[in-house]
Nanobody
Framework: QLQLVQSGGGLVQPGGSLTLSCAAS?????????VNWFRQAPGREREEVAC????????YYADFVKGRFTISRDAEKNMVYLQMSSLTPADTALYYC??????????????????WGQGVQVTVSS
Protein backbone atom coordinates (compact mmCIF):
# COMPACT_ATOMS: atom_id res chain seq x y z
CA GLN A 1 0.00 0.00 0.00
CA LEU A 2 1.35 3.38 -0.99
CA GLN A 3 1.44 5.77 1.93
CA LEU A 4 2.98 9.03 2.98
CA VAL A 5 3.58 9.14 6.71
CA GLN A 6 4.14 12.50 8.35
CA SER A 7 5.73 13.50 11.63
CA GLY A 8 7.07 16.55 13.40
CA GLY A 9 4.11 18.79 14.10
CA GLY A 10 3.48 20.46 17.43
CA LEU A 11 3.22 23.66 19.41
CA VAL A 12 5.87 26.33 18.99
CA GLN A 13 6.20 29.91 20.15
CA PRO A 14 6.21 32.80 17.69
CA GLY A 15 9.64 33.19 16.18
CA GLY A 16 10.41 29.54 16.76
CA SER A 17 11.30 26.71 14.42
CA LEU A 18 9.91 23.31 13.56
CA THR A 19 10.78 20.60 11.05
CA LEU A 20 8.17 18.41 9.42
CA SER A 21 8.98 15.05 7.87
CA CYS A 22 7.22 13.08 5.15
CA ALA A 23 8.23 9.45 4.66
CA ALA A 24 7.21 7.27 1.75
CA SER A 25 6.01 3.82 2.75
CA UNK A 26 5.68 0.99 0.28
CA UNK A 27 7.31 2.75 -2.64
CA UNK A 28 10.34 4.83 -3.54
CA UNK A 29 9.59 8.52 -3.30
CA UNK A 30 11.42 8.99 -6.59
CA UNK A 31 8.53 7.15 -8.25
CA UNK A 32 6.87 10.56 -8.38
CA UNK A 33 8.21 13.69 -10.02
CA UNK A 34 7.67 15.96 -7.04
CA VAL A 35 6.64 16.18 -3.42
CA ASN A 36 4.62 19.14 -2.21
CA TRP A 37 3.74 20.58 1.17
CA PHE A 38 0.31 22.11 1.65
CA ARG A 39 -1.39 23.61 4.66
CA GLN A 40 -4.96 24.25 5.67
CA ALA A 41 -6.08 26.60 8.41
CA PRO A 42 -9.61 26.41 9.86
CA GLY A 43 -12.14 27.88 7.48
CA ARG A 44 -9.63 28.29 4.68
CA GLU A 45 -8.75 26.37 1.55
CA ARG A 46 -5.76 24.09 1.38
CA GLU A 47 -2.86 26.09 0.01
CA GLU A 48 0.48 25.06 -1.39
CA VAL A 49 3.51 25.93 0.69
CA ALA A 50 6.45 24.40 -1.13
CA CYS A 51 7.43 21.81 -3.73
CA UNK A 52 10.59 19.93 -4.59
CA UNK A 53 11.22 17.97 -7.76
CA UNK A 54 12.80 14.56 -8.00
CA UNK A 55 15.85 15.13 -10.08
CA UNK A 56 16.09 18.49 -11.81
CA UNK A 57 16.38 20.52 -8.63
CA UNK A 58 13.26 22.56 -9.20
CA UNK A 59 11.95 24.04 -5.97
CA TYR A 60 8.93 26.23 -5.45
CA TYR A 61 7.98 28.32 -2.41
CA ALA A 62 4.83 30.29 -1.84
CA ASP A 63 5.59 33.96 -1.31
CA PHE A 64 4.36 33.86 2.27
CA VAL A 65 7.08 31.37 3.29
CA LYS A 66 10.02 32.48 1.16
CA GLY A 67 13.09 33.06 3.27
CA ARG A 68 11.55 31.26 6.26
CA PHE A 69 10.83 27.70 5.09
CA THR A 70 13.19 25.24 3.41
CA ILE A 71 12.11 22.08 1.61
CA SER A 72 14.57 19.24 1.07
CA ARG A 73 14.58 15.57 0.20
CA ASP A 74 16.75 12.64 1.19
CA ALA A 75 16.53 9.92 -1.44
CA GLU A 76 18.42 7.39 0.68
CA LYS A 77 15.97 7.80 3.56
CA ASN A 78 13.01 8.09 1.20
CA MET A 79 11.93 11.28 2.93
CA VAL A 80 11.10 14.92 2.34
CA TYR A 81 11.43 17.61 4.97
CA LEU A 82 10.02 21.05 5.57
CA GLN A 83 12.15 23.19 7.85
CA MET A 84 10.15 26.12 9.19
CA SER A 85 11.61 29.10 10.99
CA SER A 86 10.48 32.55 12.12
CA LEU A 87 7.05 31.07 12.63
CA THR A 88 4.09 33.34 13.30
CA PRO A 89 0.54 32.60 14.44
CA ALA A 90 -0.49 32.96 10.78
CA ASP A 91 1.43 29.73 10.08
CA THR A 92 -0.91 27.77 12.36
CA ALA A 93 -2.53 25.06 10.24
CA LEU A 94 -2.70 21.40 9.40
CA TYR A 95 0.27 20.62 7.18
CA TYR A 96 0.13 17.90 4.54
CA CYS A 97 2.64 16.41 2.16
CA UNK A 98 1.56 15.11 -1.24
CA UNK A 99 3.31 13.32 -4.09
CA UNK A 100 2.51 13.74 -7.76
CA UNK A 101 3.90 14.01 -11.25
CA UNK A 102 2.94 17.66 -11.53
CA UNK A 103 5.62 20.21 -12.18
CA UNK A 104 6.53 22.44 -9.25
CA UNK A 105 4.73 25.63 -10.24
CA UNK A 106 2.41 26.63 -7.46
CA UNK A 107 -0.52 26.56 -9.88
CA UNK A 108 -1.83 23.02 -9.41
CA UNK A 109 -4.80 23.00 -7.01
CA UNK A 110 -4.87 20.63 -4.08
CA UNK A 111 -7.89 18.85 -5.59
CA UNK A 112 -5.64 17.45 -8.32
CA UNK A 113 -3.43 15.51 -5.89
CA UNK A 114 -4.26 11.91 -5.02
CA UNK A 115 -1.53 10.75 -2.66
CA TRP A 116 -1.49 12.57 0.69
CA GLY A 117 0.06 12.24 4.07
CA GLN A 118 -2.22 12.10 7.11
CA GLY A 119 -1.54 15.70 8.09
CA VAL A 120 0.12 17.12 11.19
CA GLN A 121 -0.95 20.08 13.27
CA VAL A 122 1.38 23.05 13.61
CA THR A 123 0.30 25.58 16.21
CA VAL A 124 2.21 28.80 16.71
CA SER A 125 1.21 30.46 19.94
CA SER A 126 2.67 32.06 23.01
Amino acid sequence: QLQLVQSGGGLVQPGGSLTLSCAASGFPLDKYYAVNWFRQAPGREREEVACIARADGVIYYADFVKGRFTISRDAEKNMVYLQMSSLTPADTALYYCAASDYYCSGYVPASEFNLWGQGVQVTVSS
